[in-house]
Nanobody
Framework: QVQLVESGGGSVQPGGSLRLSCAASGSVFSINAVGWYRQAPGKERELVATLPTGGNTNYAASVKGRFTISRDKNTVYLQMNSLKPEDTAVYYC???????????WGRGTQVTVSS
């Protein structure tokens, strides 16, 4: 099993930047992919970015060119630049684990973009 803990959320003005972090612990050697998702009020959770182990990054069209996902050992980052009000959401860290690709989720961190 894996535990995921996000940090780094907060409030920022439009055009600003934030970096989210996700610390993974437990059986991290069986992680197949990591990713970030977000859920805005009244909307479904949506993919933001994914990074398969040893693979290429994948981004939602709405964040491509502004957000960057990266991984350093057991920590996953989401660098968010040129933030827009529509980026406001709770951001969740995710990993796919083991031979069956079980999903694990963090508790989420709030990002608010407002002037």
């Amino acid at each position: 099993q894996v535990q995921l803990v996000e940090s780094g959320g907060g409030s920022v003005q439009p055009g600003g930047s934030l970096r989210l972090s996700c610390a993974a612990s437990g059986s991290v050697f069986s992680i197949n992919a990591v990713g970030w998702y977000r859920q805005a009020p009244g909307k479904e959770r949506e993919l933001v970015a994914t990074l398969p182990t040893g693979g290429n990054t994948n981004y939602a069209a709405s964040v491509k060119g502004r957000f960057t996902i990266s991984r350093d050992k057991n920590t996953v980052y989401l660098q968010m630049n040129s933030l827009k009000p529509e980026d406001t959401a709770v951001y969740y860290c995710n990993c796919r684990w083991g031979i069956y690709g079980r999903d694990y989720w963090g508790r989420g961190t709030q990002v608010t973009v407002s002037s």
